[in-house]
C-alpha cells in the first residue's frame, strides 16, 4: 500500500482522470517518456524495464539474481496515490511502462479505459499457489480476461500505544473517548477512510456503496475528529509511525500493519486490532500497461514476484500479507498467525475488500462525488 497523500491540486486532476468517459478518451494524448519525468537509462544494462509502484515494493524484485540473469537495469518509479498511476499512463506512460502494482478495486476502471493489457495466468508458473479467494475476485477480470495478479495484501487497523492504552479498544468510536482528544492519529488517505468511516458511520458493511447523502455524513465525522480530536492530519503513514515513535499520538482513525514496523524501528512498540464495525482491506495487484515494451520480462518479473522466496522477504520487512501459500509455512509463526492464513475467509469477514464508488451516476454517490467530498475534510 505504501506511503500514501494526496494533495488538493492532485485531487482536483484525479476527479478529471477518474471518470471513466474521460480516462478512455485521453489514451492518446501524450507521447514520449519525458511526460513521466524520465527514466535514466543505463549504458551497463542491455535491457531497461520500468516499473511504478509505493517505496518498498520495489524489496521483491530486488530479492535474489532475477535483474542481474537477465541482465536488466532497473528503473522504478515510487507513487504517492494509486490515482498517480492511472494519470502517469495517461501522460506518456503508455507504451514506456513495464509493470506497475495498482489497488484491486482500480482495475475495472483502468481495463475498461484501455490502461492494461491481458494477462495470461498459464505463463505465471506460480498463479496455481496463490491464495484463490484473491484470484477469483471478479474485479481483477474484465471480460472474462485477467487484467492483475494479486501478489500482497493488509488491513486498516486501529493502532494504538499499549503504554498508555490500557484496554485494547472495542470500536471505531472509542478514539473519541476524552482521554484521546489531541492525540488521534489520521492519514490524508482518501480511499483508506472511506473503507473505514463509511460502515462505521453508516452500518453499512460496503462503505463504499453511498447515496450522496451518507456520503456527505460520513466526511462530517470525519471532519469532527479532524478538527476537534486529532493531532494532526499526516501525509503519509509514515509520519504516523513517527508520531507514535514521539509519543504524540495514542490512537489513530486510520492504520496499517506496516506502521508497527516502522515504530519498532524507532523503539516505539505500537499494537493494532480490528474493531467490531470491521476495517478495509486492500489487495494490490501486478498489472501489465497497455503496449508494455518487454511483457516477456514483464510476465518473468511477476512470477519472480509471487515465488516463495521473494515473498517471504517482502512479508517480514514490511510485515505485509503475501499471496502464495507456498511462502506461509516460510513466515514467522507471529506474521503467520496475525494475517490468519489458516482461516482467511474469517479474516476477510472483518477486513473487507470493497469496490471504489462507481463512476457513473446512479444510485450511489460517484467517485467524483466523494472526491468532491473530500476536499472539504481536506480544507477543513
Given amino acids: 500500500m505504501g506511503e500514501r497523500n494526496i494533495d488538493a491540486a492532485t485531487t482536483l486532476a484525479l476527479r478529471s482522470s477518474l471518470s471513466r468517459r474521460r480516462a478512455m478518451a485521453g489514451l492518446a494524448a501524450v507521447g514520449g517518456i519525458v511526460a513521466l519525468g524520465g527514466f535514466p537509462r543505463s549504458a551497463r544494462a542491455s535491457t531497461t524495464m520500468t516499473w511504478m509502484g509505493w517505496q518498498g515494493y520495489e524489496t521483491p524484485i530486488l530479492t535474489g539474481d532475477f535483474l542481474e540473469k537477465n541482465d536488466i537495469d532497473f528503473q522504478p518509479t515510487f507513487i504517492s496515490s494509486n490515482e498517480e498511476i492511472i494519470t502517469k499512463l495517461q501522460a506518456g506512460g503508455i507504451g514506456n511502462t513495464d509493470l506497475i502494482t495498482m489497488y484491486f478495486g482500480y482495475l475495472p476502471l483502468m481495463a475498461e479505459g484501455g490502461l492494461l493489457e491481458p494477462i ?13 479467494q484473491f484470484t477469483s475476485q471478479g474485479s481483477i477480470r474484465h471480460q472474462g480476461q485477467l487484467m492483475g495478479v494479486p501478489w500482497n495484501w493488509g488491513s486498516l487497523p486501529l493502532m494504538y500505544d499499549p503504554a498508555v492504552v490500557s484496554a ?7 478514539i473519541l473517548a476524552d482521554e484521546h ?3 488521534v492519529a489520521m492519514v490524508d488517505d482518501p480511499l483508506g477512510n472511506l473503507l473505514i468511516w463509511g460502515t462505521v458511520v453508516t452500518g453499512k458493511e460496503v462503505g463504499t456503496l453511498l447515496t450522496k447523502e451518507e456520503m456527505a455524513k460520513v466526511i462530517d465525522q470525519l471532519i469532527e475528529i479532524k478538527t476537534k480530536h486529532a493531532r494532526a492530519f499526516f501525509p503519509t503513514y509514515g509520519d504516523m509511525a513517527d508520531a507514535f515513535a514521539r509519543n504524540e499520538v495514542t490512537v489513530s482513525a486510520i492504520g496499517w500493519e506496516a506502521v508497527a514496523v516502522w515504530a519498532a524501528g524507532k523503539g516505539k512498540t505500537i499494537e493494532y486490532t480490528i474493531p467490531k464495525e470491521g476495517t478495509g482491506m486492500f489487495m494490490d ?6 503496449d508494455c515494451p518487454h511483457p516477456d520480462l514483464a510476465y518473468g518479473m511477476i512470477d519472480h514476484i509471487v515465488s516463495p522466496e521473494p515473498q517471504r522477504v517482502f512479508a517480514e520487512e514490511q510485515s505485509a500479507g503475501i499471496t502464495n501459500l507456498k511462502t506461509v509455512p516460510k513466515l514467522s509463526p507471529a506474521l503467520a498467525e496475525s494475517y490468519q492464513y489458516s482461516d482467511i475467509d474469517s479474516f476477510m469477514k472483518r477486513a473487507r475488500l470493497q469496490p471504489v464508488p462507481p463512476t457513473e451516476e446512479g444510485e450511489y454517490a460517484t467517485y467524483d462525488d466523494f472526491l468532491a467530498e473530500y476536499q472539504r475534510l481536506q480544507k477543513a
Avoid: V, Y
Avoid at 485494547?168 to 472509542?174: A, F, G, M, N, R
Avoid at 495487484?285 to 497497455?290: G, T, Y
Fill in 120 to 132: 495470461d495466468p498459464a505463463r505465471i508458473s506460480n498463479f496455481p499457489d496463490l491464495i484463490p
Fill in 168 to 174: 485494547k479498544p472495542q470500536s471505531w468510536l472509542d
Fill in 181 to 183: 482528544k489531541g492525540k
Fill in 285 to 290: 495487484c501486478l498489472c501489465i500497461p497497455k
